[in-house]
C-alpha cells in the first residue's frame, strides 16, 4: 500500500542551527500539506501546495522557515535558526486533486536542545 | 488557528464501553473528518460526513452531524484496548481548502 514517506524520523538539533526535514507523497497526490504537532496539541498548518505552488502559508513564520516542493513532487521544510520552541512533530500529509481525506506520513520528532 | 475544539480533551474508560468524543466548529463547513493518531504517529483517516448528512456509519464507528449546533460526535462502540489513540475532528475551510484540525480527544481504554 502506498505511503507517505518523511525523514528522518527523529532529529536532535542545537538551538541556532539550520535543520531540514523530506516528504516524498503518494504518487500522483497533488495537494502536500504539512503540519507542526506540539505535544497535547492538534496539527497546525504551516503550509499549502498544490503541485509545485504554495496555495496557503498564512501560518508558516517566515523569517525563519521555508518549504518548496519543486516539481510539484517531494517537498522540503527547512528551519533555520532552530529555537526552543520548534520542538514538535513535524507531520506531512498528501490528498489526491478533488479528494478530501489526508494520508499522512509518520512524522519527523524535531528535539531543540 | 484551529477550527474544531474537541470535548472531553481526556476520555478513560473500560473495554467494552462505549465512548463518545465531541467536537465543535466555528465556521459553515462542507465536510468534517474524523482522525485517529496512535501515540508518536502519524494521522489515520476513519470517517467523513458531509454538510447534507446526519449520521454516518462504519463499522464500530457513528458519527454524527449537527450544522445548525456547529457540532458533531464520534462514537466508538464496544470499546478495545486497542482504541487508545488521540482522536482528531477537520475540517476544509478557505478558498484552497485547507485542512484544520481540533486540539483532540486522548482516549484511554483499559482492559
Known amino acids: 500500500e502506498a505511503e507517505v514517506a518523511q525523514s528522518p524520523r527523529y532529529k536532535i538539533t542545537e538551538k541556532s542551527q539550520a535543520v531540514a526535514f523530506w516528504c516524498d507523497p503518494i504518487?500522483?497526490?497533488?495537494?502536500l500539506y504539512w503540519y507542526r504537532q506540539i505535544l497535547g496539541q492538534g496539527p497546525e498548518l504551516l503550509v499549502q501546495f498544490q503541485d509545485e505552488s504554495v496555495v496557503d502559508d498564512s501560518q508558516l513564520p517566515k523569517d525563519r522557515f521555508s518549504a518548496e516542493r519543486l516539481k510539484g513532487v517531494d517537498s522540503t521544510l527547512k528551519i533555520q535558526p532552530a529555537e526552543l520552541g520548534d520542538s514538535a512533530m513535524y507531520l506531512c500529509a498528501s490528498s489526491p486533486e478533488g479528494h478530501l481525506e489526508a494520508f499522512f506520513g509518520q512524522g519527523t520528532r524535531l528535539t531543540v536542545v | 488557528s484551529q477550527q474544531g475544539e474537541e470535548d472531553p480533551q481526556a476520555l478513560s474508560i473500560q473495554e467494552g464501553e462505549n465512548a463518545t468524543m465531541n467536537c465543535s466548529y466555528k465556521t459553515s463547513i462542507n465536510n468534517l473528518q474524523w482522525y485517529r493518531q496512535n501515540s508518536g504517529r502519524g494521522l489515520v483517516h476513519l470517517i467523513l460526513i458531509r454538510s447534507n448528512e446526519r449520521e454516518k456509519h462504519s463499522g464500530r464507528l457513528r458519527v454524527t452531524l449537527d450544522t445548525s449546533k456547529k457540532s458533531s460526535s464520534l462514537l466508538i462502540t464496544a470499546s478495545r484496548a486497542a482504541d487508545t489513540a488521540s482522536y482528531f475532528c477537520a475540517s476544509h475551510s478557505g478558498g484552497y481548502n485547507k485542512l484544520i484540525f481540533g486540539a483532540g480527544t486522548r482516549l484511554a481504554v483499559h482492559p
Open positions: 504518487s500522483g497526490h497533488a495537494t
